[in-house]
């Protein structure tokens, strides 16, 4: 009786008296109310054990929008104080509120001539035996999808609506802005885009970006790497210039495959925001004046001027998100890799600060956080300060410097 995963609302509120608690409570976000004879389907959650049947439909958001008295949307909640909650869905909602994982597989699918690119300039695309150039720049090698990662992907964007999250309802993390201006224009932003992203009509990308480690010149990404790693870079970068790599005969599977999709989903979307207000991914050059270089970065889009960097997580970071583990892993990417690209890229705009925007990959949520890159970059600028008193890595950049 454990594990059963289908049954009427009376069923179901039998069930939890008799396996849970006698002091039932019935939370509801269905738009109407339920009978008796209601069919419900229940989804497995992470408070249930890591062990759920074979058939069962999982559940991996954050199951309160007001906990105790408002669930999130298309669910029905039985709850008792001490007792794990019971999540519970009509069958028509399951779509978009299941979970489907991406399952782990190993290896890499194989590619084959002729190979697919992209011109970054002006985006046109073709096929070639080889890695070409056009106007004037080496051209972005493409990848198929693969059937697993559309079908996932395909599930994903036909899920329930795209949804803002407010960001004092996310954990306050470092360098985070509160000030009410910048929050109120947060908001205004994220509702503009909620609207936008429920009105695109993009779907599923047949061809995804891949990443080529293979560069002939530095980027905003490689000062983010520490002093041995950076010497590692340059001397890579040195051995491709004037040079043109050979295809790529590899793409990666599922997990890695479909953070690459995201990417090109979201660039295919970015690409027509364009008005007076909101601009696509351009180019921007950060002068690195401790070591005398400059990069370029690619912030994704613009508004009014102001750069937005976005990153996709598993799931936002909300305050009320109790699971310790997810937290300390976004508090570390935060602070190795969203804050050092926030500092140059705000930098690089002529300004101190600029919009974060974070995308859940599980439920189509999405907040938009001021972020000030003033304290990140000062610490950057001491690291960097720091290697140039060590002579061995100033000769090393002043030969990379000379080629």
């Not at 493409?142 to 609506?161: G, H, K, M, V, Y």
């Not at 061809?207 to 983010?224: G, P, T």
């Not at 599922?254 to 909101?278: A, C, M, S």
Request: proline content about 6%; some cysteine; aromatic content about 10%.
């Amino acid at each position: 009786m454990e594990r059963i995963l289908e049954g009427t609302y009376d069923d179901w509120k039998q069930w939890f008296v008799e396996n849970r608690s006698k002091d039932l409570k019935m939370s509801s976000a269905i738009p109407h109310e339920l009978s008796k004879s209601q069919i419900l389907i229940r989804l497995w959650i992470p408070a249930e054990g890591n062990n759920p049947p074979n058939d069962a439909h999982l559940y991996r958001g954050n199951i309160w929008e007001q906990k105790g008295q408002k669930p999130s949307p298309n669910l029905v909640i039985l709850h008792a104080k001490g007792s794990t909650p019971l999540v519970l869905t009509l069958p028509e909602f399951i779509p978009s509120v299941e979970f489907k994982e991406i399952k782990s597989s190993k290896g890499k699918r194989v590619l084959k001539s002729p190979f697919r690119w992209r011109c970054k300039k002006c985006l046109e695309e073709g096929f070639a035996d080889d890695i070409i150039e056009h106007c004037g720049i080496r051209t972005r090698q493409l990848a198929p999808i693969s059937e697993e990662s559309r079908d996932w992907f395909t599930d994903f964007i036909a899920q329930s609506e795209w949804k803002f999250v407010h960001p004092n309802d996310l954990h306050l993390m470092p360098s985070a802005i509160g000030e009410q201006d910048k929050i109120n224009l947060a908001c205004t932003i994220g509702i503009e885009l909620q609207d936008k992203l429920n009105s695109s009509d993009i779907e599923t990308p047949d061809w995804f970006e891949l990443y080529d480690k293979r560069s002939s010149s530095l980027k905003v990404s490689n000062l983010k790497l520490g002093k041995k790693e950076f010497i590692q870079k340059m001397k890579s970068i040195l051995s491709w210039q004037n040079k043109i790599p050979s295809p790529k005969v590899d793409a990666p599977k599922t997990v890695v495959e479909i953070g690459h999709v995201f990417d090109e989903y979201l660039t295919q979307v970015f690409r027509k925001f364009p008005t007076n207000k909101w601009k696509a991914m351009k180019r921007v050059v950060f002068e690195c004046a401790p070591l005398g270089i400059s990069v370029h970065g690619t912030p994704d889009l613009f508004y009014e001027e102001i750069p937005i960097e976005s990153k996709t997580v598993r799931i936002l970071p909300k305050q009320r998100d109790l699971n310790k583990k997810p937290l300390k892993l976004f508090k570390e990417k935060w602070q190795q890799y969203y804050l050092p690209q926030i500092a140059m890229y705000s930098n690089a705009s002529n300004l101190h600060w600029m919009f974060l925007l974070l995308i859940s990959r599980q439920n189509k949520e999405f907040s938009i956080i001021p972020v000030s890159g003033k304290n990140k970059l000062q610490q950057l600028e001491n690291k960097w300060t720091d290697w140039m008193s060590n002579d061995e890595f100033v000769e090393k950049l002043n030969h990379f410097n000379s080629q």
